[in-house]
């Protein structure tokens, strides 16, 4: 608590941001954390409680009552008070009812707006709150109005002026250093017409999937995009900072989901809910190396004919996997930030394959040398060395199809993907190796 307490006398209230505050209650023990937590200035308690993991915000429930989670909720943007209320409803619906109830009209009104896009809505990230002005208003009495608002402190964090027409639909984007070297007798319009830049607005529909807004994002290097409706009228606005918010969560759910992992069962304490999720999949894991013990029952014989096949064959189907992994990996990061486009599945293929097949041939002599040396059988490093080739030269293809074929499925590329490429590195790579050694060596 004392960390916090320093913190804060240490620094203006207006200098104060939240994640900085979200960092240091981090770092205490239970017995501390809900002490720390009143000193939290109230205007800051709902953007330091969403910069705190999931797993803290049932702190945030109880030790503030209802008024104050109320206030909390007021002080923050449209966006972030869907984000709050959706956290508070996760921890007790009962008390996120009551705030609910508590919060003025406006606010109700947009959060009931927000909420009813779906998750990949790019309406559900949406800030309402926007700066505008109409094409026939004077630019002095633009700059004028936005002085009074931001002194206010009615608009924050605004780096675009939306002009729109009458009938609310966008028209144009003016950035405020453009409107700043406008002619200020003159009409927004006036001004746009005579300039030689272009104010064609870079815009999103509401139910437009959020992945190509990311995109959009990251291809024109923007900071914000307005956000229309089918018919054009602007609804809203998504800032950067929404979208790095955005990217880093699609990267972790990546990151899990390759690993079989449930990225919401992974955010809470709760060992079984976890341990239930990461259960399945190694149950699906269990069933994959089953089989692939089967196609070695397989060669019973020739594994007790042959000690040394048992000691390298391992190795075969490591390097498979390995060499699978990375494809995979390569293609799932692509595919999620859109580096392939639909005719490039036969490139990626193509170029996976080839990569693991120059790396096959590489260390198939380099371990086909080691494996005849080590057993003194020239023939069992012919056997390893066309054995790795098989299996890398599948690695590559596969773990560049699978989740290209996903994708094509419209299923998530990284879910089940590595439980497919194991089994067939291990399976392929177990047959080949041991159905070569029976023919070759016996």
């Given amino acids: 608590m004392n960390k916090l307490q320093e913190y804060l006398n240490a620094h203006e209230l207006s200098e104060i941001h939240p994640s900085d505050i979200a960092k240091i209650l981090k770092q205490l023990d239970d017995s501390e954390f809900a002490a720390a937590l009143k000193l939290v200035p109230k205007d800051l308690i709902g953007d330091v409680a969403l910069a705190l993991p999931d797993r803290y915000f049932d702190d945030?429930?109880?030790?503030?009552?209802?008024e104050e989670l109320r206030d909390a909720v007021s002080a923050l943007e449209s966006d972030d008070q869907v984000d709050f209320m959706h956290e508070l409803q996760e921890v007790d619906e009962?008390?996120?009812?009551?705030?609910?109830?508590?919060?003025?009209?406006?606010?109700?009104?947009?959060?009931?707006?927000?909420?009813?896009?779906g998750e990949d809505d790019a309406g559900a990230y949406m800030q309402l709150e926007i700066f505008t002005a109409y094409k026939e208003e004077i630019v002095h009495d633009v700059i004028r109005r936005f002085a009074e608002l931001r002194r206010a402190k009615e608009i924050e964090n605004i780096q675009n002026l939306f002009i729109i027409g009458n009938d609310k639909k966008l028209l144009f984007t003016v950035g405020l250093d453009d409107l700043l070297v406008f002619d200020f007798d003159k009409t927004i319009i006036k001004n746009i017409e005579q300039s030689e830049d272009s104010f064609e607005p870079k815009k999103a529909e509401d139910r437009e999937n959020i992945k190509d807004v990311v995109h959009y994002f990251e291809e024109y290097d923007l900071s914000v995009m307005p956000i229309v409706n089918a018919y054009g009228v602007l609804l809203g606005r998504?800032?950067?900072?929404?979208?790095?918010?955005i990217i880093n969560e699609h990267a972790t759910e990546q990151m899990y989901h390759l690993a079989g992992v449930d990225d919401d069962a992974e955010e809470y304490d709760e060992i079984f809910r976890a341990g239930k999720k990461r259960a399945s999949w190694l149950g699906l894991n269990l069933f994959t190396a089953i089989f692939a013990s089967i196609v070695i029952g397989f060669f019973a014989d020739t594994?007790?004919?042959?000690?040394?096949l048992a000691v390298l064959m391992p190795i075969v189907a490591s390097m498979g996997g390995n060499?699978?992994?990375?494809?995979?990996?390569?293609?799932?990061?692509?595919?999620?930030l859109g580096g392939i486009s639909q005719g490039d599945?036969?490139?990626?293929?193509?170029k996976e394959v080839l990569i693991s097949l120059m790396n096959g041939v590489i260390f198939a002599v380099v371990m086909g040398i080691v494996a005849a040396v080590?057993?003194?059988?020239n023939m069992l490093g012919v056997v390893i060395a066309l054995s790795m080739v098989i299996n890398l030269f599948m690695a590559g293809l596969f773990g560049a199809a699978v989740p290209l074929f996903l994708k094509r499925m419209d299923i998530d590329p990284a879910i089940g993907s590595t439980v497919i490429l194991t089994t067939v590195t291990d399976v392929v790579g177990f047959f080949s190796f041991l159905a070569l050694a029976t023919y070759i060596l016996l």
């Fill in 303 to 308: 594994l007790q004919s042959m000690v040394a």
């Fill in 238 to 245: 998504i800032t950067s900072d929404d979208i790095y918010d």
């Fill in 345 to 350: 599945a036969m490139r990626i293929i193509k």
């Fill in 374 to 377: 080590w057993f003194k059988i």
């Fill in 323 to 336: 060499a699978g992994t990375q494809s995979l990996t390569v293609v799932v990061r692509q595919l999620a």
């Fill in 60 to 66: 945030v429930v109880e030790n503030f009552s209802i």
């Fill in 94 to 117: 009962s008390v996120a009812s009551k705030v609910f109830d508590t919060l003025d009209e406006d606010d109700r009104k947009e959060i009931i707006k927000l909420q009813t896009y």
